[in-house]
């Protein structure tokens, strides 16, 4: 085949593939009302995403936010977070039309989610001669566990531990520090943000096993019914296409499991 033909095919390929899905005059406006998707990314969750020493976002979450601007056909502008808590304090400034927000945290909020495209396995970060083999091992009396703060984990369990103590630390360093002066006994969190602690600090390891999993969802302001079900449609297409499978691959996150 000619190299100009080759080409001319390659653009038409490219072209193809470029091709918003459907949306609905309703649907766009109501996710971007200033002309632009205005994306949160929590970047403080290493499951979702990350910030590099020159602001730049990665991972996850990023992946799926453009998947979303190419198919809608919008201009996808990222609003980084380093906390869930001010995610959603800033729903209330309209700081953004669209969230990826665990359902614990979205339940807080008025946030309407769509069905989760991902559990979140949550276990424990325990110092390596501890007597804990198991997460059945730590929720007993007297037992100090460690979350961050509005965290997941700290809402999930704030209403389900049945015996151990929770303490609340303002961010993951405190936490870590706490668990070092034996202040607590367990640190309560994402299973691959407990595996990237481990693997920087010996002398910690983390628990095989999970007490929970954390759905996580994407989200848009309470009331914007059109935005809110096309990217309903959205989360089941890239699900069954295989898209977020690729991209939980690329991102290199461990303890997650695609809901079907």
Not at 172 to 192: I, P, Y
Request: aromatic fraction near 6%; charge should be neutral; hydrophobic fraction near 50%.
């Amino acid at each position: 085949m000619p190299l100009k033909i080759l080409a001319t095919f390659a653009l038409a390929l490219i072209a193809c593939n470029a091709v918003p899905a459907d949306i609905s005059a309703d649907a766009a406006r109501e996710l971007g009302p200033s002309g632009k998707l205005r994306v949160a990314i929590n970047y403080g969750n290493p499951v979702l995403a990350s910030k590099d020493r020159v602001g730049h976002l990665h991972g996850l979450a990023i992946d799926i936010a453009r998947e979303l601007g190419r198919q809608s056909g919008l201009a996808v502008e990222l609003v980084g977070y380093e906390k869930a808590a001010e995610l959603v304090a800033n729903l209330k400034q309209n700081a953004w039309d669209v969230a990826f927000v665990s359902v614990p945290v979205a339940r807080s909020a008025e946030i309407a989610v769509t069905a989760p495209y991902m559990e979140v396995e949550v276990t424990y970060l325990v110092p390596v001669r501890s007597r804990f083999r198991s997460v059945s091992d730590v929720d007993n009396p007297g037992v100090r566990i460690v979350v961050q703060e509005n965290y997941s984990t700290d809402f999930f369990l704030s209403t389900r531990l049945m015996h151990a103590v929770l303490f609340r630390a303002a961010d993951n360093a405190t936490a870590l520090k706490m668990l070092k002066t034996d202040a607590a006994e367990a640190f309560a969190s994402s299973k691959h943000r407990l595996l990237l602690i481990a693997q920087s600090n010996a002398g910690f390891r983390v628990l095989d096993d999970r007490f929970a999993t954390i759905s996580h969802a994407i989200g848009v302001p309470a009331g914007r019914n059109a935005a809110a079900a096309y990217v309903s449609e959205f989360t089941e297409e890239i699900k069954a296409s295989g898209f977020l499978k690729r991209a939980v691959e690329r991102a290199g996150v461990q303890g997650v499991v695609i809901t079907p």
